[in-house]
């Protein structure tokens, strides 16, 4: 009878090896939810020539100090009486005289489309957009951040200077008994079509649209500030301040975007997310 026992020496075995679970790899595994939100908030690097990095950081310093220093030559002439400020009453009362029913009627419905209620609302449905459609959450939380510090801002400030508003009978839209300088309303909208104009244009290759965008950015801001004025709820000194506080602000947030998110091949930016890699072009 054959013998059942295995008379093989046990170096000369061999056996079948067992088959090895099979797992993803770390390349198709789907990411982790906290991967996914810790990328949320990182930002994109911008690959950029040192030259184009310098530019950022010449324009920024320009804008912030154009700002400061037009807001503290309005600041002074305001606190005085002189200056700038000795021009607010003859401008007021220019513009009183050349009221009409249609044009009282636009600049109400443009005061109540960017008013105290419809700005914040605007504000927050396009930052929570951004936020979730982005990739990145840097840029929305920026503007948010902007928005936030420019509302802190023109209230500090209002209660520190104490200037009263033009003579309540010249408003056209309802009483206002809250102090004048700077124009909160004016603030508003100046960081958000400015900040807002840079964070979205900024990514662009474009020159034409980033040029669009500067130039329609503008002239909404002249428009608003031009309806606080004649619905008689800010003198003009007013309105250029919070103009003067937005250029500071927009300059701060260039500048703190550029350190954050521009690499060069001499430098490698904070940011560790990286974005799409493209070749430095000749704008900046």
Request: net charge positive.
């Amino acid at each position: 009878m054959p013998s059942t026992t295995d008379d093989t020496p046990p170096e000369r075995r061999t056996s079948t090896p067992a088959t090895a679970p099979i797992t993803p790899t770390d390349a198709d595994a789907e990411p982790r939810p906290q991967g996914r939100l810790r990328d949320k908030f990182r930002a994109e690097v911008r690959p950029r020539t040192e030259r184009q990095r310098r530019r950022l950081y010449v324009i920024a310093t320009a804008l912030a100090v154009l700002g400061a220093a037009g807001f503290l030559v309005l600041l002074y002439d305001v606190l005085n009486h002189d200056g700038l400020a000795a021009l607010d009453r003859p401008v007021q009362r220019a513009v009183e005289h050349y009221r009409s029913p249609q044009v009282t009627a636009v600049m109400i419905v443009l005061a109540a489309a960017f008013g105290p209620v419809a700005m914040p609302i605007i504000v927050l449905v396009t930052t929570v957009w951004w936020f979730l459609r982005s990739k990145h959450a840097w840029r929305p939380v920026v503007l948010a951040v902007t928005m936030l510090t420019g509302v802190i801002l023109a209230e500090v400030i209002a209660h520190l200077v104490g200037r009263p508003r033009p003579p309540i009978d010249q408003m056209l839209f309802g009483p206002d008994h809250t102090f004048s300088f700077p124009s909160g309303h004016v603030l508003g909208i100046a960081n958000f079509l400015l900040t807002g104009s840079y964070l979205l244009f900024s990514r662009s290759r474009n020159l034409a649209r980033e040029i669009t965008g500067i130039i329609v950015a503008a002239v909404l801001l002249a428009v608003m500030c031009a309806d606080r004025i004649y619905l008689g709820y800010h003198w003009p000194t007013d309105t250029l301040a919070s103009v003067c506080l937005a250029l500071l602000e927009l300059g701060t947030v260039i500048a703190i975007d550029t350190w954050r998110t521009v690499s060069t091949p001499t430098r490698t930016a904070p940011a560790t997310a990286r974005g799409p890699e493209t070749t430095p072009a000749a704008s900046g």
